[in-house]
């Protein structure tokens, strides 16, 4: 499980679908090899430089933030039951 990285007032939050195996065992959000957030992040602007997953927490700086719609590790997504992404709609919805 990935701990949320989230702080108040911030312009956007990415939510991820779950944690990949590599990111779940790391500690780190979007830290797998071929897990192009980090770079996509940076190339579409939203960022001065590309983030390194270990310092994930560093996306605060910006005005952003992360969690993930399940909490649940997978190696993928299509691994999720529907009622665990049921269950995220409440999770998500505005309190």
């Given at each position: 499980m990935l701990t949320d990285i989230i702080n108040t007032n911030l312009e956007v939050i990415f939510?991820?679908?779950?944690?990949?195996?590599?990111?779940?065992?790391d500690g780190h959000h979007f830290s797998g090899r071929s897990n192009r957030f980090w770079k996509v992040l940076y190339l579409s602007?939203?960022?001065?430089?590309?983030?390194?997953a270990e310092n994930d927490t560093t996306i605060l700086d910006f005005g952003y933030g992360l969690t993930t719609a399940v909490a649940r590790a997978t190696s993928r997504a299509d691994?999720?039951?529907k009622e665990e992404f049921d269950h995220s709609l409440e999770f998500l919805k505005p309190k």
């Open positions: 939510v991820g679908i779950n944690p990949g195996l590599k990111s779940a065992e602007g939203f960022t001065s430089h590309q983030i390194e691994e999720l039951s």
